[in-house]
């Protein structure tokens, strides 16, 4: 299932479940954790667009968490989401993108959360402009316009990606890494095949491949 994706630490769970369903019916993806070592494992299997994290959590705090996601060069943003007093300073200093108390209410909550998604993009807009007569929904992950059924799964995601990096060139194992995160085995041409395929559907001149350094995205809305 496509669309933008949540991974969300936390222990409370009647808590939990009053965000997660409210976030859910507003249209985000939303995977939960109970604990700081369960956070983990789930993002070496999956790649999310956005951590929201309490910091009172078992096993590993909300703290450690940051310093170990920012310590390994995990650029994914991340929301701290915290009952506790005075905590928003810490975190900054630990690397958040975000801090919020639980005392908000889940709309403020979904909106700042749309807002940190939306600040990935360049230009930062729910909808990019891709072609003349097609469009690119951030939230979604979905094409709307003249070919808005024309591309799967993990072709939209490697352009999801490649329109998140947008002012650079991505390497292929990059892109192997964030399309197929949970599994190991090299996949060939499989990122080549997903470049074509996007090619054919929207234009050759949508992505630019550099034989050294991989490829980057090309759309009007750059310009």
């Not at 170990?68 to 060069?73: C, I, K, N, P």
């Not at 991505?170 to 949970?182: G, N, P």
Request: aromatic share 10%.
């Amino acid at each position: 299932m496509a669309g933008a994706k949540i991974l969300f630490l936390e222990d409370d769970i009647l808590y939990r479940e009053s965000v997660s369903e409210f976030l859910t019916q507003s249209g985000l993806l939303v995977d939960c954790s109970f604990n700081g070592e369960e956070f983990l494992d789930k993002i070496f299997e999956n790649s999310y667009d956005l951590y929201l994290i309490d910091i009172n959590v078992p096993k590993i705090d909300g703290l450690e968490l940051l310093k170990l996601l920012r310590q390994y060069r995990n650029k994914t943003i991340t929301m701290i989401l915290t009952s506790m007093p005075n905590s928003a300073l810490n975190s900054f200093k630990c690397g958040c993108d975000d801090h919020i108390s639980k005392s908000c209410d889940c709309y403020e909550i979904l909106l700042r959360i749309r807002a940190l998604i939306r600040r990935q993009y360049n230009p930062p807009k729910d909808e990019i402009a891709l072609t003349a007569k097609d469009t690119f929904n951030i939230f979604s992950k979905r094409l709307r316009g003249a070919h808005e059924k024309s591309l799967g799964e993990h072709s939209l995601l490697l352009l999801d990606y490649l329109l998140k990096n947008s002012n650079r060139f991505v390497s292929t194992e990059e892109l192997e890494a964030k399309i197929y995160r949970s599994e190991n085995s090299y996949k060939g041409g499989a990122v080549r095949y997903h470049v074509w395929h996007i090619r054919k559907t929207l234009g050759d001149d949508i992505i630019i491949s550099c034989r050294t350094r991989g490829y980057k995205i090309n759309h009007p809305a750059q310009g």
